[in-house]
C-alpha cells in the first residue's frame, strides 16, 4: 500500500508532504491507521541529526496512536480494529539478557523507530506488533501518544529508583516531562516536592498534585525541601548544582536522570559514600513497563496536557515545540 507521510528531505527542512511503499504485513508485522501522533523534542533531534543517526528523508513522529487494520500471520495479541500506541521503540532482538529479563529499552540491538524507518507523521505507519500496545478504554486518543514516550520515561525511571507509595519524591523541573512524573508520583500515594525556576509553574505544579514547590533563583543554589527525598527525579536537559541535589537525598535516595545534562557530571563522592545515595540513568522502558504504566494511568486518570494541532499544521507545531512554546505537549491530529 502507498503511505502518505510528512518528511524532512535534509537536515533541518520543514516537512514537506512524501509517499513510500509498505508491504504487506508479515509474521509479527501490523499496519494501522494513525489517528493521532505526539510531536516530542527528539523529532527534532532527528530532523536536525543532532545525534548523527538520521536517514533523510525522515518521516518524524514516535508517539503514535491508531487503529490496527492489518496483522500478520504470527499476530496474536492484538487484531483488527484495535486501538494501539506505539513509542520510541521500533523492535529488539528479544533473545538477549536484557530482552529476556523484560527490558527490551536496553537491548543492544534496540530499533529507534525514526532512526531505522518511517515514523508517524503519516496516514498509516507498519510496525512490529510486539511494539504495539493496547490502549486502554480510559485513554483518549489525543492525549495517549506523549504517554508512549514522556509518560514512559518518568514512570519507569520512577519504578527503577524504588517508587512505590509512601515515599519523599522530588522532580527537578515542570516541563513535558515533569508534569507527568509530579502526576505518577502523587497519584500513587507519594509526597512530592517540586522544583523549578518559575513561579507560574510551582503554582501549576501544586494543582498536579505537588505538596511541596522550591522556586530556584538564577545563579543561586536551591533551597532544601522540608525533608530528605528518597527519589530525585530530573527532567531537565541542563547540569545544575548536583552537590546541592545531593545533600538533599535521605539515607539510601537515589538521584534519577531522564534529562540529558548539557555537560559531565560534577558530583562530589563524600556525600555519596556518607549515606549510600545512588546516582542512576534510565531511559524509556521495557513492554511489562510500558503495559503497567498504561494501566496506572488509565486508572488514576493521569494524562499530559496536550496542544493539538491538524495534521496539516506540522510545521507550525514542531517550530512551536523548537521555541518551547508549547505547554506542555503538542500532538497531532487526524481527527480534528
Known amino acids: 500500500m502507498k503511505i502518505q507521510g510528512l518528511a524532512a528531505k535534509t537536515s533541518g527542512a520543514e516537512l514537506e508532504p512524501y509517499s513510500y511503499e509498505a508491504p504487506s504485513p508479515q509474521n509479527f508485522q501490523c499496519i494501522i491507521k494513525v489517528l493521532s501522533c505526539g510531536i516530542c523534542h527528539s523529532d527534532l533531534h532527528m530532523v536536525d541529526n543532532d545525534w548523527e543517526m538520521s536517514n533523510y528523508p525522515i518521516i518524524p513522529g514516535h508517539e503514535v496512536i491508531g487503529e490496527v487494520i492489518e496483522i500478520g500471520s504470527q499476530v496474536n495479541h492484538i487484531k483488527v480494529g484495535d486501538r494501539v500506541g506505539i513509542g520510541w521503540q521500533r523492535t529488539s532482538c528479544l533473545s ?39 490502549i486502554p478504554d480510559g485513554i483518549k486518543t489525543n492525549v495517549a501518544g506523549p504517554l508512549l514516550c514522556g509518560g514512559i520515561t518518568v514512570y519507569s525511571a520512577l519504578r527503577y529508583a524504588g517508587m512505590g507509595s509512601g515515599l519523599e519524591i522530588g522532580v527537578i523541573g515542570v516541563g513535558g516531562l515533569g508534569h507527568l512524573a509530579v502526576q505518577f508520583a502523587s497519584k500513587l500515594g507519594n509526597r512530592v516536592t517540586v522544583f523549578t525556576t518559575s513561579k507560574d509553574k510551582a503554582e ?38 548536583w552537590a546541592s541535589y545531593i545533600d538533599f537525598l535521605d539515607s539510601d535516595g537515589t538521584l534519577t536522570l531522564v534529562g540529558v545534562p548539557d555537560a559531565p557530571l560534577s558530583i562530589p563522592g563524600f556525600p555519596l559514600l556518607m549515606k549510600r545515595r545512588r546516582i542512576l540513568g534510565s531511559v524509556i522502558g521495557g513492554r511489562a513497563m510500558m503495559q503497567e504504566m498504561l494501566s496506572v494511568a488509565e486508572r488514576y486518570q493521569i494524562e ?22 508549547v505547554r506542555y505537549r503538542a500532538v497531532l491530529s487526524h481527527q480534528l
Open 96 to 134: 538477549c539478557r536484557d530482552c529476556l529479563r523484560g527490558s527490551e529499552n536496553l537491548c543492544d540491538e534496540m530499533q529507534a523507530l525514526i532512526a531505522t524507518g518511517p515514523g508517524g507523521f503519516a496516514d498509516y505507519l507498519e510496525v512490529d506488533s510486539r511494539f504495539a500496545f493496547a
Open 204 to 241: 501549576f505544579a501544586h494543582q498536579l498534585g505537588a505538596n511541596e514547590t522550591v522556586i530556584v533563583e538564577k545563579n543561586q543554589p536551591p533551597s532544601a525541601p522540608s525533608q530528605p527525598l528518597n527519589i530525585l527525579l530530573s527532567t531537565v536537559p541542563a547540569s545544575i548544582d
Open 304 to 325: 499530559p496536557i496536550v496542544e493539538i494541532f491538524p495534521m496539516e499544521k506540522v510545521n507550525e507545531a514542531m517550530e512551536k515545540v523548537r521555541n518551547n512554546q
